[in-house]
Structure formats: structure tokens, C-alpha cells
């Protein structure tokens, strides 16, 4: 291993300097220097390491203490979820007439083999999106074919659904 030493001049002269001071100073004098290098060091390490160090530290305990304050409190307070939502009764026709009427959404239900299919003429996306969610929650269908056009008005659709049971 090769160590690579630069030369500085400056700190060379800044050395030398140093030597010749510290060679001039009497034994009293170095003691006393020593002494207040101690306690400049001393400070230094209180007022710069330990104490920022403790105030971290305490810091930290406080938050730990407010987090585990706040999740025993979630924690009793239990599920902030909406309850259960009420199954639909009726047949699949009943059911998705019963719950776009309640969605301000006129819904034309039509038997098919294996469900049934409901014909939007027209609503807003976000009554029909609300819809189909509370559908899905709410009852045993499932969407199975979903057809969406848009129509000429801003966010209005008109839309087909075929529905599984």
C-alpha cells in the first residue's frame, strides 16, 4: 500500500511557525494551555455532542409517547368503516331497478340466460359508477358486460350492464 503525501507549503510555514511559538512559551505557560485546551474541548463536547444529543433523544420518547397515545385511542375507538350495508331483497330485476332509482339513475331491466341486463338511457358517470359499487356491495350481482357512451352533454353516459347472479 502507497500513501500519497502532498506538500503544502502553507501549512508547512503554518507548522513551523506553531513549533517556534510553543518552543518560546514557559513550562507555566504550556500547562496553562494544555488546561484551557481541556476545557475548550470539554465545552465542545457537552454543548456540541451530548446535549444536542439528549434533546434528540428526549425528542424521540415524546413522539413515541404521542404515537402510542394515538393508536391505543384508534384502537378503542375500533373500525371507523361504514357498517354493513343491507342486502337487497327481490329478484335481479327488483334490484336493479330498486338501486338506480336511488342513484337518480333510470334503470330498464331485461331477463337474460344467466342474469340480467340493464339499460341506462341516460345519467351522469359518477351516479353510474356509484351505482354499480353499491350493486357489487349490496347484492349477489355481478357485472359481467359492461357498455358506457358518452353523451353529447358533459358528463352524461348512457350505458348497457349485464349482470350474473
Same mark, same amino acid.
Request: avoid cysteine.
Given at each position: 500500500m502507497t500513501?500519497?503525501?502532498k506538500?503544502?507549503?502553507a501549512?508547512?510555514v503554518a507548522?513551523?511557525?506553531f513549533?517556534?511559538w510553543? @518552543?518560546?512559551?514557559?513550562?507555566?505557560?504550556h500547562?496553562m /494551555?494544555?488546561?484551557?485546551?481541556?476545557?475548550?474541548a470539554g465545552?465542545?463536547?457537552? /454543548?456540541?455532542?451530548?446535549?444536542?444529543?439528549q434533546s434528540?433523544?428526549?425528542?424521540?420518547l415524546?413522539?413515541i409517547?404521542?404515537?402510542?397515545?394515538?393508536?391505543a385511542?384508534?384502537?378503542?375507538?375500533?373500525?371507523l368503516?361504514? @357498517?354493513?350495508?343491507?342486502r337487497r331483497?327481490g329478484?335481479?330485476?327488483?334490484?336493479?331497478?330498486?338501486?338506480?332509482s336511488?342513484f337518480?339513475?333510470?334503470?330498464?331491466?331485461e331477463a337474460i340466460?344467466g342474469?340480467?341486463?340493464?339499460?341506462?338511457?341516460?345519467?351522469t358517470?359518477d351516479?353510474?359508477?356509484?351505482?354499480?359499487?353499491?350493486l357489487?356491495?349490496?347484492?349477489?350481482?355481478r357485472?359481467?358486460?359492461?357498455?358506457?357512451v358518452?353523451?353529447?352533454?358533459?358528463?352524461r353516459?348512457s350505458a348497457?350492464?349485464? /349482470?350474473?347472479?
Open positions: 500513501v500519497i503525501r506538500h503544502l507549503p501549512l508547512d507548522l513551523i511557525r513549533d517556534a510553543w @518552543s518560546g512559551l514557559s513550562r507555566r505557560e500547562v /494551555f494544555g488546561v484551557l485546551a481541556a476545557l475548550l465545552l465542545v463536547l457537552v /454543548f456540541g455532542v451530548i446535549k444536542p444529543l434528540a433523544r428526549a425528542e424521540a415524546s413522539d409517547r404521542t404515537y402510542e397515545t394515538l393508536t385511542r384508534i384502537r378503542a375507538a375500533g373500525t368503516g361504514a @357498517s354493513a350495508t343491507p331483497q329478484t335481479a330485476a327488483q334490484v336493479v331497478s330498486g338501486s338506480a336511488s337518480g339513475l333510470v334503470a330498464t331491466p340466460p342474469g340480467v341486463r340493464a339499460t341506462i338511457a341516460d345519467g358517470y351516479s353510474l359508477m356509484a351505482w354499480l359499487a353499491d357489487s356491495a349490496s347484492s349477489d350481482l357485472v359481467r358486460r359492461l357498455s358506457i358518452r353523451r353529447p352533454a358533459a358528463g353516459v348497457s350492464v349485464d /349482470f350474473a347472479q
